[in-house]
């Protein structure tokens, strides 16, 4: 078993992040908060730092983007939509200036859905993690050139269908 | 009509190019306006993901961590019928007045959560 401590420690630390890349990997499908939980009880289960103390954040991320990828598979495209925009339909006091950017925001979880699943991991982890390129890659278990070509390919795709709509 | 250093643009947004590397990429963003457009992209993107409604993270629950109890369909079903079929006789037991010791207030509860229903 992790040492409780150690354990306790990275929950609180990095609890929220490792939801929030959940939440932006299924765009809308699953549960989010659920696979968190299921990212920590590995973690939980896992021997005491197989990997050193640093190490431990680019392991969550890691494990939680392969469960977001099993927890994809289960999911239709057609499924895909439904629960995107009952998640959009979260009430938010929105002042009027803020419309404009709930539409932004909108349009762009309904692209971020639609990039493939790597784009989508290397760009949340360097948006929302500020991750470099070696530590996406190491977190990925991909290559550095793949990170830089994804992250350019997502960014991409984001323009094409955000100016498809203008 | 497409330049041909826009990953190169993408990198440099990053901070992931070298120092010369980076000169030099800087100095072709600044005469292209292809790339200085991308560049603005980036820069949109970034910022709306960024937003703090957009996105924020959860605060972590408290000693949440440990697992929620989740019991597929079939085998709740499976459940159900079982329970009303331990049920029903004492029910029709206390109805003749054959039996009084069941106690409705203490009926056991099942939950039923089905992944990816909702
Ligand atoms: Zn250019």
Same mark, same amino acid.
């Not at chain 2, 250093?5 to 070298?18: H, I, K, Y």
């Not at chain 2, 010369?20 to 790339?35: K, T, Y």
């Given at each position: 078993?992790t040492?409780?401590?150690t354990?306790?420690?990275a929950?609180?630390h990095h609890? =929220?992040?490792?939801?929030?890349?959940?939440?932006?990997?299924?765009?809308?499908?699953?549960?989010?908060?659920?696979? +968190?939980?299921?990212?920590?009880?590995?973690l939980?289960?896992?021997?005491?730092a197989?990997a050193g103390e640093a190490q431990v954040r680019f392991w969550l991320?890691?494990?939680?983007?392969?469960?977001?990828?099993?927890?994809?598979?289960?999911?239709?495209?057609?499924?895909?939509?439904?629960?995107?925009?009952?998640? $959009?339909?979260?009430?938010?006091?929105? =002042?009027?200036?803020?419309?404009?950017?709930?539409?932004?925001?909108?349009?762009?979880?309904?692209? $971020?859905?639609?990039?493939?699943?790597?784009?989508?991991?290397?760009?949340?982890?360097?948006?929302?993690?500020?991750?470099?390129?070696?530590?996406?890659?190491?977190?990925?278990?991909?290559?550095?050139?793949?990170?830089?070509?994804?992250?350019?390919? %997502?960014?991409?795709? $984001?323009?094409?269908?955000?100016?498809?709509?203008? | 009509?497409?330049?041909?250093?826009?990953?190169?643009?993408?990198? $440099?947004?990053?901070?992931?190019?070298?120092?010369?590397?980076?000169? +030099? +990429?800087?100095?072709? !963003?600044?005469?292209? %306006?292809?790339?200085?457009?991308?560049? %603005?992209?980036?820069?949109?993107?970034?910022?709306?993901?960024?937003?703090?409604?957009?996105?924020? %993270?959860?605060?972590?629950?408290?000693?949440?961590?440990?697992?929620?109890?989740?019991?597929?369909?079939? !085998?709740?079903?499976?459940?159900?019928?079982?329970?009303?079929?331990?049920?029903? =006789?004492?029910?029709?037991?206390?109805?003749?007045?054959?039996?009084?010791?069941?106690?409705?207030?203490?009926?056991?509860?099942?939950?039923?959560?089905?992944?990816?229903?909702?």
């Amino acid at each position: 078993m992790t040492d409780e401590r150690t354990f306790t420690l990275a929950y609180a630390h990095h609890y =929220p992040q490792v939801e929030r890349f959940l939440r932006g990997m299924l765009a809308g499908r699953g549960d989010a908060p659920d696979l +968190a939980q299921e990212v920590f009880l590995r973690l939980h289960a896992r021997g005491p730092a197989a990997a050193g103390e640093a190490q431990v954040r680019f392991w969550l991320f890691r494990v939680a983007r392969n469960l977001a990828l099993n927890e994809l598979r289960r999911w239709t495209l057609r499924d895909a939509m439904r629960p995107l925009l009952a998640l $959009l339909a979260a009430p938010q006091p929105t =002042p009027h200036d803020a419309l404009v950017r709930d539409e932004d925001r909108r349009r762009l979880l309904a692209h $971020l859905a639609k990039l493939s699943a790597d784009q989508r991991a290397a760009l949340l982890l360097r948006e929302w993690e500020e991750m470099s390129y070696d530590e996406i890659a190491a977190t990925l278990e991909v290559s550095v050139a793949k990170v830089k070509s994804d992250l350019f390919r %997502a960014r991409q795709a $984001l323009r094409a269908a955000w100016e498809n709509e203008r | 009509m497409t330049c041909p250093r826009l990953e190169e643009t993408s990198a $440099l947004f990053d901070g992931a190019l070298g120092d010369d590397a980076a000169a +030099a +990429a800087r100095a072709h !963003v600044d005469g292209c %306006a292809e790339c200085r457009a991308f560049d %603005a992209h980036m820069r949109r993107v970034r910022d709306a993901l960024r937003e703090p409604v957009a996105f924020a %993270a959860a605060p972590a629950p408290r000693a949440l961590w440990r697992r929620r109890i989740a019991i597929p369909l079939p !085998v709740a079903l499976l459940l159900f019928a079982l329970l009303v079929a331990l049920l029903l =006789p004492r029910r029709a037991a206390r109805e003749t007045g054959a039996f009084d010791g069941f106690d409705a207030g203490r009926a056991p509860v099942v939950v039923v959560r089905s992944r990816g229903a909702r």
